[in-house]
């Protein structure tokens, strides 16, 4: 079992929670599509696109929404960078909004903040290795916290 599975609900954030009793929930094989990521897109300009696109904003405007706050409603990472407010140093649950592999600047990631450490920050997401888990990313790609 993640550290991310072992949070629990006093110390987590409402959207943490949420996302939390997600984990594990994966892109399916071509040729199928995982209906609760169908879903999670459903939340923003993706509605009606399957698991096979990017997902991790959609994600994060789903549980945004099962706790009753409003997302960005946008598909885009990045379009977190102007959503809540601005945080100078990361907080349990936080949004991270990070580049994306590329550097192509529109693209991007973005994922709940766990902890960091003196390379990494790890997050929990959707669309992470085509899943709903923790995974650690360098910490230069980190663009931004946010907080509602």
Partial sequence: MSEASQATDANAPAWLSVALKEQGIKRYDAGQCNPRIAEYNNC???????????????????????SGIRGTGSALARSWLTWGQPLE??????????????????????????????KHVYLFGGNQLQEVRELEYPRHRVLAYRWP
């Fill in 44 to 66: 923003t300009q993706l509605a009606g696109y399957d698991d096979k696109i990017a997902w991790c904003s959609s994600f994060l405007n789903w549980c945004m929404e099962q």
């Fill in 89 to 118: 140093k990361p907080r349990y649950g936080c949004i991270a909004v990070l580049t994306a592999d590329d550097a192509v600047d529109w693209k991007g990631h973005v994922g709940l903040f766990l902890r960091i450490d003196a």
